[in-house]
């Protein structure tokens, strides 16, 4: 019986993972709502970034720049004169808010690739991080490693 | 170019209707004044300008009781300047006696504040107030019926006049008024404000405190944390956590605005600024004073699913802090440097019917 009901629960739990899925709006040519099949469909990357206690995890994921090209952001060749006021605003469940500027993100300025990471050495983030977080690697501080994220939009700096 | 035109026409047809005979009032605006290290991330609205006029005639409605349905209970009955706007009740009671469902909050600051209520579901101050006034269990009227009310007192229409250009009293400009009134409630002063401004010195008892809530890298002394989630000098981040009250959240918190599963029991974290005036605490107000709060920090934290992360080590176990009796005092020294004395007795907050400046 307590297996039924641990099955069961899991497969809500599962159910609820899946419905779970990531706006992409603002300077883009073609908003997106990503779901986790959407991601998994997507060229993969990884990058690997330490936990609280120092040990480094290979996280895999999809590159915030594979996710911009699917949306129509100005990246690349197009990242020059006012594209370059651009900035990223990712938001978490728990409100959570951080910013990259777009060229923080780009492989011509960078070769540090950051990704939207689903999988921490190959199996789905732990509870409360997953289903879906950024790994900035090689940042000293973890504070823009954030959890749970459920919009990324691309703004322009107005002022 | 297009934008600009549409700006100029709109400002253009404004000035036109208070010039209009008959019509004619001009409000001044009015100037919020806060400290720079509160930062500019404020939440107003274009269409709801701040006045001197606005202001005052908000003031007037949040301790107006003909807003209740009974006539007997405002804004400010359970909004107290004296305990800074909150009303000591784990429950507020409404015009029927029938307790609300979480514990009245703070009304701290509220210019910074991005969503409010404890889940967060109204995105700003006009989308709040519209609530307890209309909710059958609080003050239990309409707004139209609070308009017709303030309409038959010969008071108010030109009070809306002086406000708004013009006397109509509506729904809409009543909640635009006591939004207006809510974000002019700063409170800046107390003597961690002192402190921040190089004007104060912290006790021993003080300063060990502050060490703990925000940590001291490099100087070998512990952290609590507090400092993540009740950060910077408005000692708030506007997060939604599980802090680990109970195994099976009884309330679901966040997730009934989101629908989903992972913010389970999430409520948001809310300004420490004036937190010993404002027992009891939590969302359920389920504990009677701080000692109790930091025992719950301290040794109480339950797994959930939805535990906050922050509060949880790699394998998920909850992570108590086990704080000393003296580390305790030492906190709770602390937050009474958050007490803001002439916030809870500034005149400009208080009831216009009683404190007339």
């Avoid at chain 2, 784990?90 to 969503?115: E, H, I, K, Q």
């Amino acid at each position: 019986m307590k297996l039924i009901v641990f099955v069961f629960s899991f497969c809500l739990l599962a159910q609820a993972a899946s419905s779970q899925q990531i706006k992409v709006t603002g300077e883009v040519t073609k908003p997106l709502t990503l779901s986790a099949a959407d991601l998994a469909a997507m060229p993969r990357s990884t990058a690997i970034a330490k936990d609280k206690q120092g040990v480094a995890h290979t996280f895999s994921g999809v590159a915030l720049a594979d996710i911009f090209a699917q949306a129509g952001v100005t990246t690349g060749r197009q990242l020059r004169g006012e594209n370059l006021a651009k900035y990223v605003l990712i938001t978490c469940a728990d409100n959570y808010q951080i910013v990259f500027s777009l060229a923080e993100l780009d492989s011509s300025f960078t070769d540090r690739v950051v990704i939207l990471a689903d999988q921490m050495e190959g199996k789905p983030l732990p509870q409360g991080v997953g289903p879906f977080r950024i790994v900035v690697p090689g940042e000293k501080k973890p504070a823009r490693n954030c959890f749970q994220v459920t919009s990324i939009a691309i703004k322009f700096a107005k002022e | 170019m297009g934008g600009m035109l549409v700006k100029y026409g709109v400002g253009l047809l404004a000035a036109m209707a208070l010039l209009v005979p008959g019509n004619y009032t001009l409000s001044h605006p009015y100037t919020l004044s806060y400290p720079a290290y509160y930062g500019n991330r404020i939440n107003t609205t274009d269409d709801n300008p701040l006045t001197v006029e606005g202001v005052a005639l908000g003031r007037r409605l949040f301790y107006e009781p003909r807003l209740s349905v009974s006539n007997t209970i405002s804004c400010g009955s359970c909004h107290q300047q004296s305990r800074a706007f909150t009303d000591s009740l784990r429950f507020s009671v409404g015009f029927d006696g029938t307790p609300t469902r979480r514990n009245a909050m703070t009304l701290t600051n509220l210019l910074w504040v991005r969503n409010f209520f404890w889940d967060g579901r109204a995105p700003s101050l006009e989308a709040q107030a519209s609530t307890p006034l209309t909710d059958p269990h609080e003050m239990g009227q309409p707004l139209e019926r609070s308009a017709v009310k303030l309409k038959a007192d010969g008071g108010y229409p030109g009070l809306f006049a002086a406000a708004f250009g013009s006397d109509a009293i509506t729904g809409e400009r009543i909640v635009k008024a006591i939004a207006q009134f809510e974000r002019t409630l700063i409170s800046a002063d107390a003597p961690y404000d002192r402190y921040l401004r190089m004007e104060y010195r912290f006790t021993a008892t003080e300063q060990r405190g502050y060490d703990l809530f925000f940590g001291a890298p490099g100087r070998q002394i512990r952290s609590a944390g507090c400092g993540n989630c009740h950060g910077g000098p408005r000692i708030v981040t506007e997060t939604y956590h599980n802090n680990g009250l109970d195994h099976v959240p009884a309330d679901s918190g966040r997730e009934s605005v989101t629908g989903m599963a992972y913010d389970r029991g999430r409520f948001r974290v809310v300004t420490l600024r004036n937190i010993a005036l404002t027992a009891p605490y939590m969302h359920d107000g389920r504990f009677a004073d701080l000692g109790q709060v930091l025992d719950h920090y301290s040794e109480h934290i339950l797994y959930s699913p939805t535990l906050s992360p922050t509060l949880r080590d790699t394998a998920s176990r909850p992570v108590l802090l086990h704080l000393t009796g003296e580390e305790k005092a030492d906190l709770i020294a602390f937050l009474n440097t958050l007490t803001d004395s002439s916030f809870i007795t500034d005149p400009h907050f208080a009831d216009p019917k009683i404190n007339v400046r």
